[in-house]
């Protein structure tokens, strides 16, 4: 499904070239770690699993959770590694088909692969084991959100400042934008209590023709820190929309669209 129409599920599903390796090496980058397991009967006849975090019919000891170090393009693999500290070495043989799971940006996803190499690695703490994944074609992406997110490209010139009480305003990215919430990252920012109350300014194309801008009331839903990095992410959903408010989403949502378009035309 093209990740700009909205999901009719519970998870929608990315594909294609640019998008599955760009979700890829942001994970790698970030230095995410993913859960591995054997692929089930079920899973292997839709081509996936799409429960978005290991099922209870992984049972104890199938899980393995491994460090993604490398995603290469060329050769179309994904590299991760374990730790000396793995309670148990990796059983999984060339071949098999694997359920892949890992959290980007507080939205679960996953994806069906099969293994091409494992291999033991010396390490100064011991021995580790290495993994090598072909790359999938398409990534399960799970939505806690009714509405499918629109990512805010880089080229989207995009402004955003939250305002809570007793703190003073703070400049955030805004990461993603939807009907149903907003994804924000913030460099620095005290802890806030779920359900904190918070306003929201969003400004889109702010020096040019056609910008827009709005003032939005938000409820925070989760907030979680980036590993080895001070970067929290926020997401905040809407609890009420005016007529107006409802309108300069629409038009924020479809100025992004359009800049979404326009960077893939450029890319290709």
């Known amino acids: 499904m093209d990740d700009l129409q909205h999901s009719t599920g519970s998870f929608k599903r990315l594909q294609g070239f640019r998008d599955v390796f760009s979700t890829l ?53 994904i590299r991760l590694e374990g730790t000396p500290q793995d309670p148990a070495p990796l059983a999984t043989p060339a071949g098999d088909t694997v359920a892949v799971f890992v959290e980007l940006d507080g939205r679960p996803i996953s994806f069906a692969s099969v293994v091409q190499h494992v291999r033991a690695l010396t ?20 939505e806690r959100r009714e509405y499918v997110r629109v990512a805010v490209p880089s080229t989207a010139l995009a ?31 005290p802890d806030l209590y ?34 080895h990095r001070g970067e929290r992410l926020l997401g905040l959903s809407w609890p009420h929309l005016t007529g107006r408010q409802d309108r300069q989403l629409s038009l924020m949502i479809r100025h992004l669209e359009r800049a979404q378009l326009v960077r893939r035309r450029q890319l290709s």
């Not at 079920?42 to 290991?54: D, F, L, N, Q, Y």
């Not at 402004?159 to 305003?169: D, I, N, R, V, Y």
């Not at 889109?204 to 820190?225: I, T």
């Open 159 to 189: 402004h955003c400042s939250l305002h809570a009480p007793g703190l003073q305003p703070v400049s955030c990215q805004l990461r993603d934008l939807s009907f149903s919430g907003v994804g924000l990252s913030v460099d620095h920012l």
């Open 25 to 77: 090496e942001r994970s790698c980058s970030r230095g995410a770690r993913m859960a591995v397991c054997p692929l089930c009967p079920e899973g292997r006849e839709r081509g996936g699993c799409t429960w978005g975090r290991p099922c209870a019919k992984a049972q104890d000891g199938m899980v393995r959770y491994l460090d993604i170090t490398q995603v290469d393009k060329l050769s179309a693999g």
């Open 194 to 227: 779920t359900e904190a109350q918070v306003t929201l300014e969003i400004r889109l194309n702010p020096d040019g023709a056609g910008g827009l801008e709005g003032r939005f009331s938000a409820r925070l839903v989760r907030m979680s820190q980036l590993h």
């Open 123 to 142: 390490t100064d703490s011991g021995p580790a084991a290495q993994l090598t994944l072909e790359a999938p074609k398409t990534l399960d992406v799970w």
